[in-house]
């Protein structure tokens, strides 16, 4: 149990519409990266955010964007799905070196 | 470029020793880690080692780093069941810490 957590746990959605998923980072993590792990596939690196601010980004569109609260807390919004977005979202937060996942959120667009 | 590899399938008597194998390509990564991935859930962080150490033992876990052919691996001894999961080696690249992974090592355990 990493005391990360992730909402919702499954979603369904159809092309074209936009999407919102949370995290909780484990308390105290001032650093929290989403990942996008396609079936088969390890995980990619969707973006950073430290302190609020975005800190480094993948090789993904514009359309995937994020938001860190002051709570450390955030959120990942993918607009315009596409069905190759279908896939589990995984949330790390960490505060130093070590990168602790929640559960995911399985992202399926239909 | 960031790049690691793995091999796709291991499979191992339960009891004997599972040894996963990595290689990377960005010399840089100041730290390296092993994940775990049961089916349907997220990664769990198994273990890590920093760049300058060659071994690093915990418990039934031992991560060899051998940086001139930029190679990883995890032993895990005495194998069992609940060891079945896909294993990710995963390098730090840029300087914000971002995770760069493998596409992960299925291990099966068998009676």
């Known amino acids: 149990e990493t005391g990360v957590t992730q909402s919702p746990t499954h979603l369904i959605k159809t092309r074209g519409q936009q999407v919102t998923l949370r995290c909780s980072s484990q308390?105290?993590?001032?650093?929290v990266s989403w990942y996008q792990q396609a079936l088969g596939q390890g995980p990619q690196f969707i973006f950073q955010y430290y302190r609020e601010e975005e800190n480094g980004r993948g090789n993904f569109p514009p359309r995937f964007s994020g938001l860190q609260f002051p709570n450390y807390s955030s959120e990942l919004n993918v607009n315009a799905l596409e069905l190759d977005d279908s896939a589990l979202y995984l949330c790390?937060?960490?505060?130093?070196?070590?990168?602790?996942f929640g559960p995911g959120t399985r992202l399926t667009v239909l | 470029g960031e790049d690691v590899e793995q091999s796709l399938f291991l499979s191992v008597r339960e009891g004997d020793s599972s040894v996963i194998n990595c290689t990377y390509t960005?010399?840089?990564?100041?730290?390296l880690y092993w994940y775990k991935q049961e089916p349907g859930a997220g990664l769990q962080l198994l273990t890590y080692?920093?760049?300058?150490?060659d071994m690093k033992q915990d418990q039934r876990l031992t991560v060899l780093l051998n940086k001139k052919d930029k190679h990883l691996s995890l032993r895990i001894a005495d194998t069992q069941t609940g060891d079945s999961a896909i294993y990710f080696c995963a390098g730090v690249s840029g300087g914000y810490n971002k995770l760069i992974f493998g596409a992960g090592t299925r291990l099966a355990v068998h009676p």
């Open positions: 790390a937060s960490s505060l130093g070196y070590e990168q602790f």
């Open positions: 960005d010399s840089s990564s100041t730290y």
């Open positions: 080692i920093f760049s300058n150490m």
């Open positions: 308390s105290g993590h001032n650093t």
